[in-house]
């Protein structure tokens, strides 16, 4: 049985459709990464998995438990964490205060303010500054912590590299892989293609509210993605 | 002279206790985004209950905190988390318009229950009437009293929020409350606890108030009119703004009535108008979002 599991899953804005029966797996501990252009519906699903927008009952299941109709504090405590786009750090709290927020679900784990520091030693250095003083990196490894403190079993990444430098982008990505080797599932939207090949195990590819390609990262063929990505055949 | 000295210490007292009933408001804006029309009219509800308590069991109305604050916090929990939160969510007007209707039901229904009698909370004469001179200065028992338990108010209020993880949530809370059910936690339920918060402040604030001044059923909207005015004056969302907007409005009114008895509210009124002119955010601007 898979960790996540979406089931014809959709979602509106109103009149307007953002999600069109999507169909999606993540197993435990796996790497999975979510491309797609803007507009695709990468966010949209995103929110729906964590409950940030919800669906019916069985459109999203955790290990074969129909979540859809949970709000995302109950999906928190059964594992589903979420670091959001533009990471969303509370502006009047300390970084130390934003990460011992995120346990707020209490849900058991390795993940401990002290166990945060060791693998993010940087954090400890600024843990007295407010969290949105620091620089864009240091903010989105904030958020990434935070996330972790609530020890999910799966963690849904948007956009985590979005506006950072290229060595900041990198930093990330390698607290990412810290993530996954303790376990934790990661599915991972992100606007960089190669980045997130090499990041995941395997992908899928959106293209306004749809699936339109899923494969195997290692194997993927970037001329095929790129031609889903934009939806323009040659 | 001491004519004079008198009545800024007043002006200070009557503000601490404008800002007790301010820091309410303050907190319900700060936290929930919400501006509860009907808060004067819980705090006339609360100076009944104080009223009806202190003649039932024979005691003084300070006493009745002990029963008030409780019985507030309880109204303020449950009105939040069964009437208010189905406010929720689509623009500011519902809210308003839900507490505007509350504050008329109130008024009316404590018109009915309790006649429009003018009443005054019982206190022992020693509380009410006495007072210290200190040189020369004659300064009251309760408006001192008043002012301590504001500034105390105040200051564990601080602590709570610094230094408590229910503060830290409100804080968030007040940042962004949809992050805050990422992070696990039922907004809702933050909402009710924070109304409770409030309700007991506005429960505390009454009985100060109703042994100060006489009221009546109507009495509410004046009294939320002042409480409004020290919130503005000090930046809507902060706290020590409020303590500050409050003190600013009591020295401006016990000034107005040092020049001629009854230019009190008008000077006051003045005071807030000039302020709004000259610091449109406030003192303290927004410093809880």
């Known amino acids: ?234 | 002279m001491s004519a004079i000295l008198e009545s800024l210490l007043n002006g200070i007292f009557l503000g601490a206790l404008y800002a007790m009933i301010g820091l309410g408001l303050s907190i319900g804006f700060g936290v929930m985004n919400i501006v509860n029309l009907a808060h004067g009219d819980f705090m006339i509800l609360a100076a009944m209950m104080s009223y009806g308590i202190s003649a039932w069991l024979k005691i003084d109305a300070i006493t009745t905190v002990i029963f008030v604050l409780p019985l507030m916090a309880v109204l303020g929990y449950l009105l939040q988390r069964f009437v208010m939160s189905r406010t929720l969510g689509s623009g500011p007007l519902p809210p308003l318009l839900v507490t505007f209707g509350m504050s008329i039901v109130l008024q009316n229904t404590m018109q009915e229950l309790f006649t429009a009698d003018t009443r005054v909370l019982p206190s022992s004469d020693a509380l009410s009437g006495g007072s210290l001179g200190v040189g020369g200065v004659s300064i009251g028992l309760l408006p001192l009293l008043t002012t301590v338990v504001t500034l105390a108010v105040f200051a564990s209020l601080e602590l709570m929020l610094r230094r408590t993880s229910a503060g830290r949530i409100l804080r968030a809370t007040s940042d962004d409350r949809s992050t805050v059910r990422l992070m696990g936690l039922n907004d809702g339920r933050v909402f009710a606890y924070a109304s409770a918060l409030v309700f007991a402040l506005v429960g505390l604030a009454a009985v100060f108030y109703g042994i100060r001044s006489p009221f009546t059923p109507a009495s509410g909207p004046e009294r939320l009119l002042f409480a409004f005015e020290a919130v503005v004056m000090g930046g809507l969302g902060s706290m020590w703004g409020t303590l500050l907007g409050g003190i600013m409005l009591g020295l401006a009114q016990m000034l107005g009535e040092y020049i001629h008895t009854g230019y009190g509210p008008f000077t006051g009124h003045v005071a807030f108008f000039v302020a709004l002119l000259v610091l449109p955010n406030g003192l303290f601007g927004r410093s809880i979002k």
């Open chain 1, 1 to 234: 049985m898979s960790l996540l599991e979406t089931n014809n899953l959709s979602a509106n804005y109103g009149l307007f459709q953002a999600l069109f029966s999507i169909n999606l797996r993540v197993e435990d501990g796996e790497a999975v990464a979510l491309i797609g252009s803007n507009g695709a519906g990468k966010t949209t699903l995103l929110k729906s998995i964590a409950g940030d927008l919800l669906s019916y009952g069985n459109a999203v299941s955790l290990e074969g438990t129909a979540v859809g109709k949970l709000p995302a504090y109950v999906r928190v405590s059964k594992g589903i964490s979420l670091v959001p786009e533009g990471r969303r750090l509370f502006s009047s709290l300390t970084v130390e205060e934003n990460l011992l927020l995120g346990q707020s679900s209490k849900r058991p784990g390795p993940w401990t303010l002290a166990r945060v520091y060791d693998v993010f030693p940087v954090l400890y250095q600024v843990r007295r500054n407010m969290a949105t003083a620091l620089s864009g990196g240091q903010q989105q490894l904030v958020a990434i912590a935070r996330a972790l403190m609530g020890n999910p079993r799966l963690l849904l990444c948007d956009e985590i590299s979005l506006g950072l430098s290229p060595v900041a982008s990198n930093q990330v990505h390698d607290a990412l892989k810290v993530v996954l080797d303790e376990g934790v599932a990661v599915l991972l939207v992100e606007q960089n293609i190669q980045k997130a090949l090499k990041t995941s195990t395997r992908f899928y590819c959106m293209r306004k509210g749809e699936i339109v390609l899923n494969g195997n990262s290692a194997t993927a063929d970037l001329d095929e993605i790129t031609r889903e990505y934009f939806g323009v055949y040659a």
